[in-house]
């Protein structure tokens, strides 16, 4: 079922596809650091490692999604949808809804970070600094949905890898291979 033009490109560029695994690495790195820490007793070396990991790891994630958007509103490869009607329409539904999730998560985590009024930095080499101050009443607004958009970004991006596999094994179309590096048409 590949409605792909046979003279069309067959994968995205490069830059495409080191940014869409970056990011997926950096969600299930930041998913695990967080519920690994919180099995750890409050205030033990690992478990404030962990949390400074999960920081940096996370606002290098925010520069990630924000290149990766501006390079696909901007010069990334356009391809020709891998299918049509309705499975079109679930996967671009699907693309816009972990965007705008990812783009959510990543304020949450520094509206919380600024709610718990401690400094943080960027792998140790920079403070971060605050640029808006709340009542620490939000902690826990902001820590909660925060850790709810985790889930649901899990959850969705789990039924993504499980379609592209879907794809892959059971319609045997070129869906997930446009996001593989390899060798082939670029």
Not at 11 to 30: E, P, S
Not at 111 to 124: H, I, K, M, V, Y
Not at 169 to 176: E, F, I, K, P
Request: net charge positive.
């Amino acid at each position: 079922m590949n409605n792909l033009n046979p003279d069309s490109p067959i994968r995205y560029d490069r830059l495409t596809m080191t940014l869409h695994w970056l990011t997926a690495v950096l969600v299930i790195g930041l998913f695990a650091s967080a519920q690994t820490w919180e099995q750890l007793a409050k205030g033990t070396p690992l478990r404030k490692e962990l949390q400074a990991l999960h920081i940096s790891c996370g606002i290098l994630l925010a520069v990630i999604v924000i290149a990766r958007l501006l390079w696909r509103l901007s010069q990334g490869k356009r391809l020709p949808a891998a299918n049509k009607g309705a499975m079109n329409i679930l996967a671009k539904t699907a693309h816009g809804a972990l965007y705008a999730l990812l783009l959510s998560q990543i304020v949450l985590g520094f509206l919380f970070r600024w709610a718990q009024a401690e400094p943080f930095s960027f792998f140790g080499l920079f403070d971060v600094p605050t640029l808006v101050t709340f009542d620490k009443s939000m902690k826990s607004v902001f820590g909660g949905l925060h850790e709810q958009v985790a889930w649901v970004i899990i959850i969705l991006a789990s039924l993504h890898a499980v379609m592209a596999l879907v794809h892959h094994y059971g319609l045997r179309d070129n869906t997930l291979r446009r996001m593989l590096p390899g060798r082939g048409s670029n």
